[in-house]
């Protein structure tokens, strides 16, 4: 089965730090990989999303930039943290290909990180 | 047009009632419309799906409704119980050009069940 992993689960950094969150799923691969921001009491904002080893494809510009160095692990970073960083990051991951006509492939999340900037 | 609009934002029932979440939207591109539930400092979790071929979807206590002509679709939890207690976000899903899923989330709904 297929398990999706996360860390750290609880990040506190100080405003103009540097971020680097990780991402890693097991049990398949070729996967599709997403980035996700939560804010509090608030719905789920795609942040960065991959097809495949150095491919990614940005939704927000901002202060944050992904890389995929490996098939099936995904980081989220950043060089100097705002305040507005703040937020509940979620990593997401999907069958990158489907041998079936019509695969809508599901989006799987992972436990999530708390990131808290002061 | 990529708005899936959820409503109400929260909602009280009491253990054994029915509890429904309404979502709406309007690009007709969308073809996959997942329910994901999600416990406080959890990742969401899917719940149920169901395509847009199919008016109703049902697995155990949860069921889907969908009306393709209004681009309306609800979920439904028959007899509700305090475990429940969640935040439940529906989801509409289209295909992008280089194979990977634009997933759109409605706002929300914080569902208490109470005892």
């Known amino acids: 089965s297929q398990t999706i992993h996360q860390w750290p689960a609880t990040l506190v950094q100080p405003v103009g730090s540097p971020l680097s969150l990780e991402c890693t799923v097991e049990?398949?691969?070729?996967?599709?990989l997403y980035w996700y921001r939560q804010a509090a009491g608030r719905g789920l904002q795609l942040l960065f999303y991959?097809?495949?080893?150095?491919?990614i494809s940005s939704e927000v510009p901002q202060n944050l930039s992904a890389s995929r160095p490996q098939d099936r692990q995904f980081i989220l970073s950043s060089k100097k943290l705002l305040l507005s960083d703040s937020g509940f990051y979620l990593c997401a991951w999907s069958a990158g290909t489907s041998s079936l006509m019509r695969s809508y492939n599901e989006q799987f999340f992972g436990p999530g990180t708390r990131l808290t900037v002061l | 047009q990529q708005q899936v609009k959820q409503s109400p934002q929260s909602l009280i029932v009491q253990k054994g009632g029915i509890s429904i979440i309404n979502c709406a939207y309007e690009?007709?591109?969308?073809?996959?419309f997942p329910w994901y539930q999600q416990f406080p400092g959890k990742g969401p979790a899917l719940l149920i799906a169901?395509?847009?071929?199919?008016s109703e979807k049902k697995e155990g206590r949860f069921t889907i409704s969908f009306n393709k002509s209004a681009k309306q679709f609800s979920l439904h939890i028959m007899d509700s119980q305090p475990g429940d207690s969640a935040t439940y976000f529906c989801a509409a899903s289209m295909p992008r050009p280089d194979n990977a899923r634009q997933l759109t989330f409605g706002s929300g709904t914080q569902l208490t069940v109470l005892p």
């Open positions: 049990g398949t691969s070729n996967p599709n």
């Open positions: 169901i395509r847009p071929d199919v």
């Open positions: 690009n007709t591109a969308f073809d996959y």
């Open positions: 991959s097809v495949g080893i150095g491919q």
